[in-house]
C-alpha cells in the first residue's frame, strides 16, 4: 500500500521558517523523483520544488527561489522542504509528490497535505 504522509506544517508568522518531512512507504523511494506542491484557497496547485531520485538535480518556482530547500533521505524514504523568510503568500496546503515514468509504466503518487498558514 503506498503511501505518502506530510508533517511539519502549521502557523508561522512572516520571516518565520519551517520544515515540513514526507515520508513515502509501498514503493521504492529512491526510484522515484519527489516534488512539494501547494494550493492556495481558489487557486490551482502548482509545483514549489521537485528533486531527482538519486539528489543529483533539484528544480525550483521562481516564487520561492533562495528561500525554500527541497532534500531527501533514501535511507530513511523522507523528503524535505526547508521553509525559510516565509510570506503571507505563501499560505497554502502543501503536498507530498512522487513521480516514476518508465516504459513499463507511469506511476504518480500524492499525499494528504499539510496546511501551512504564514501571518502576523
Known amino acids: 500500500q503506498v503511501q505518502l504522509v506530510e508533517s511539519g506544517g502549521g502557523w508561522v508568522q512572516p520571516g518565520g521558517s519551517l520544515r515540513l518531512s514526507c515520508v513515502a512507504s509501498?514503493?521504492?523511494?529512491?526510484?522515484?523523483?519527489m516534488s512539494w506542491y501547494r494550493q492556495a484557497p481558489g487557486k490551482e496547485r502548482e509545483l514549489v520544488a521537485g528533486i531527482t531520485g538519486d539528489s543529483g538535480r533539484t528544480n525550483y518556482a521562481d516564487s520561492i527561489q533562495g528561500r525554500f530547500t527541497i532534500s531527501r533521505d533514501n535511507a530513511k524514504n523522507t523528503v524535505y522542504l526547508q521553509m525559510n523568510s516565509l510570506k503571507p503568500e505563501d499560505t497554502a496546503v502543501y503536498y507530498c509528490?512522487?513521480?516514476?515514468?518508465?516504459?513499463?509504466?507511469?506511476?504518480?503518487?500524492w499525499g494528504q497535505g499539510t496546511q501551512v498558514t504564514v501571518s502576523s
Open positions: 509528490n512522487a513521480e516514476r515514468y518508465s516504459d513499463y509504466g507511469d506511476y504518480v503518487f
Open positions: 509501498g514503493f521504492t523511494f529512491s526510484s522515484y523523483a
